[in-house]
Structure formats: structure tokens, C-alpha cells
């Protein structure tokens, strides 16, 4: 998190998995989006991943020498 942070990147993240419940504010803390434990309803996840993104992307960002953020959709889902 605090790489994409110094990055200044608007990637939003999600943690999937077994998590410790005493960790989770921590990581939403961190700037962690979401956590979903094993048995999220699909329906709940791509719900969350559509709110997460719901806001346009900068146009060409670049993110390093090897990737470049998408530059052509308003949106990823």
C-alpha cells in the first residue's frame, strides 16, 4: 500500500482470503478497500469492485517502465 501511495497511484485494493478479524482495521487503515472472506457472495464482491472503480481513471498514467495504466475505458470491471 504505501508503494502504490508514494506512486500517487488511484488503484483501488481488496483483500481476499483468510484474514484475522484483528487485522482488518489495520489494513483498512493502510487504505485496504475491502476485506472478503472465503464464502463472500460473488454478487458482494463485484458489487464492492464496481463502487471501487466507479470513478474514471487519469488518462495514460504511467505507472513504470513496463505498465501503463489503461488509457482507454472510463472504467475497469
Do not use: Y
Not at 478479524?21 to 458482494?44: C, I, Y
Amino acid at each position: 500500500m504505501d508503494a502504490l501511495r508514494l506512486r500517487g497511484s488511484p488503484i483501488p485494493v481488496a483483500v481476499g482470503g483468510t484474514v484475522p478479524s484483528a487485522h482488518v482495521m489495520q489494513l483498512k487503515r493502510h487504505g485496504v478497500h475491502q476485506v472478503f472472506w472465503p464464502g463472500t457472495l460473488m454478487e458482494t464482491i463485484v458489487e464492492c469492485f464496481v463502487d471501487m472503480v466507479d470513478a474514471p481513471l487519469p488518462p495514460k498514467e504511467r505507472l513504470d517502465d513496463q505498465h501503463v495504466a489503461c488509457s482507454n475505458a472510463d472504467r475497469v470491471v
